[in-house]
């Protein structure tokens, strides 16, 4: 089965930025594609940013669009999410996924088209 591995995360202040990858073993990496989400404490894991099979379509959660950037290299088997000008409201655990299904991406995409998860990294900013 896909496995994936998520890194990237740390503490930092409003404004900065960090880059967070995710690593994935898996055969057909590149006929997929791929998510960001993320779940603070007390609220519903949401969606941030996604990726179609080439990387030539992109989507973004409003939150989010303008500040944070999703790309992906399928020779590396890898996603990356950049996220500049941070903010405290982006503290959360971050998780990448795996797409289910083909058809039907949006920039608020549901969780339960996404089939393989990552352990999550934690992302804190401060104000």
């Known amino acids: 089965q896909v496995q994936l591995v998520e890194s990237g995360g740390g503490l930092v202040q409003a404004g900065d930025s960090l880059r967070l990858s995710c690593t994935a073993s898996?055969?057909?990496?590149?006929?997929?594609?791929m998510g960001w989400f993320r779940q603070a404490p007390g609220k519903e894991r949401e969606f941030v940013a996604a990726?179609?099979?080439?990387?030539?379509?992109?989507y973004y959660a409003d939150s989010v669009k303008g500040r944070f950037t999703i790309s992906r290299d399928n020779v590396k088997n890898t996603v990356l999410l950049q996220m500049n000008s941070l903010k405290p409201e982006d503290t959360a655990v971050y998780y990448c996924?795996?797409?289910?299904?083909?058809?039907?991406?949006?920039?608020?995409?549901?969780?339960?088209?996404?089939?393989?998860w990552g352990q999550g990294t934690q992302v804190t900013v401060s104000s």
């Open positions: 898996g055969r057909t990496f590149a006929n997929y594609a």
């Open positions: 996924a795996q797409r289910r299904l083909h058809t039907g991406m949006s920039t608020r995409d549901s969780p339960s088209v996404y089939q393989y």
């Open positions: 990726i179609n099979w080439n990387g030539l379509t992109t």
